[in-house]
């Protein structure tokens, strides 16, 4: 019982830390969706061109950080015609250039893992697509797509589905107008209610592995005594974690915290970071979308593209001297007290709860049930609620 009670302070000592960033993060991710329509990502991403590839990278960042809405609405995007490297690109930036993400990171790891965030994203998406240029085939495309059209469900179909952003006026207007705000509301509570779980998973194992998880092992594992062999050995290590924690979103930061504190080189966080789209449902979820074949195509591919973008970050980093030198997070050590953390912990709560009470006066909890339907219904929900709530 004293093993189990450490390991669930270590992870309530690192929610505590992170909640208020956490909230915002997910209210500024709200903010830009309720102001940016679906609709204009599936007709902007039609072709692999840079220029669109570039405005995929953008709109991903733009969107939920949520791994299994990101997926489903990479599939939407390519059914509704767009380019299969496109939503690609697109699924890619929106797990890995949010602004919950960098938040999060800066908080727990520092601004020099946000920085190699935002330097290695983009360098990973060129890698895909250079990768993907180079892998698939034009029947292979065709099969995917037959694959698509079945329409088999995976995780958050609805949540992908739905669009609440606002169009008309400045995007100040929108934002600050009565529909806007309803709309901010209804992202903020389905964001948090996409990921919930990942984010509790990644906080529990990220608390039992720092409680219980002898040092040596780390440093065996990751080759810790031996600098050079670790850079080489890290970034190869850290998307195998990632595959076998099952934990993607935002919930995989607290356990980067753990993997850098045991001795992993600054790549292979990185590595690690990435591959929140390689975990196991998340494999499973490929091979009903696309088939056998392009999902072990894209495990490849995706696997390759972090692990080289982590090792491109080690290097660069590494010449730059931006390679932090103390491991040790403060974080794992954190216990609550009266502070900065505490009074910016207890302002974004009483945002939190404005924002649920909007969401559960303007017909919030019936379109959290559709979040988790078939695409087709929650879209029809959705149409119905606006015309509804449209005042």
Avoid at 99 to 126: H, K, N, Q, R, Y
Avoid at 152 to 161: D, I, P
Avoid at 333 to 358: C, D, G, Q
Wanted: hydrophobic share 55%; with cysteine; charged share 10%.
């Amino acid at each position: 019982m004293g093993a189990i009670g450490h390991a669930l302070a270590l992870a309530g000592s690192m929610t505590w830390e992170i909640l208020w960033a956490l909230i915002l993060g997910f209210f500024l991710s709200a903010v830009v969706q309720a102001v940016v329509r679906k609709s204009t990502i599936v007709r902007l991403l039609g072709d692999d061109r840079p220029r669109t590839l570039a405005i995929a990278a953008g709109l991903g960042a733009a969107s939920s950080s949520c791994s299994y809405a990101a997926v489903a609405l990479a599939r939407s995007i390519f059914r509704k015609g767009g380019d299969f490297t496109a939503a690609m690109a697109f699924q890619f930036a929106s797990t890995n250039l949010v602004i919950e993400l960098c938040i999060i990171l800066w908080v727990l790891m520092g601004w020099e893992f946000t920085a190699a965030e935002f330097v290695g994203g983009p360098i990973m998406i060129v890698l895909l697509v250079v990768l993907l240029r180079a892998t698939l085939r034009p029947h292979m495309v065709e099969a995917a797509r037959e694959q698509a059209e079945r329409g088999l469900a995976g995780r958050m179909e609805g949540h992908a589905a739905m669009d609440m952003s606002l169009s008309g006026g400045s995007v100040l207007s929108r934002a600050l107008s009565s529909r806007g705000f309803t709309a901010i509301s209804h992202f903020y509570v389905m964001d948090w209610a996409s990921i919930w779980m990942d984010i509790a998973a990644g906080l529990l194992i990220s608390g039992a592995l720092a409680a219980w998880v002898p040092q040596w092992f780390w440093t065996a594992l990751f080759f810790s005594i031996d600098p050079f062999w670790s850079k080489i050995v890290g970034p190869l290590i850290g998307p195998i974690v990632a595959v076998l924690s099952f934990v993607c979103s935002v919930g995989n930061v607290p356990l980067a915290a753990v993997l850098w504190n045991g001795g992993i080189s600054f790549g292979g966080v990185v590595a690690f970071l990435f591959a929140d789209l390689i975990v196991l449902p998340i494999i499973n979820i490929y091979r009903k979308y696309y088939g056998n074949r392009m999902a072990v195509l894209l495990f490849g591919v995706f696997c390759a593209t972090m692990a080289a973008a982590g090792y491109i970050v080690e290097v660069v980093f590494g010449l730059a001297g931006l390679v932090p030198q103390r491991r040790g997070a403060q974080i794992l050590e954190a216990s609550v007290r009266w502070n900065y953390t505490t009074m910016l912990n207890i302002v974004f709560l009483m945002l939190s709860a404005v924002l649920a009470w909007r969401f559960l006066r303007t017909g919030g909890p019936r379109m959290l049930r559709l979040m988790v339907a078939p695409t087709e219904a929650a879209a029809q929900g959705r149409a119905g609620h606006l015309h509804h709530h449209g005042h």
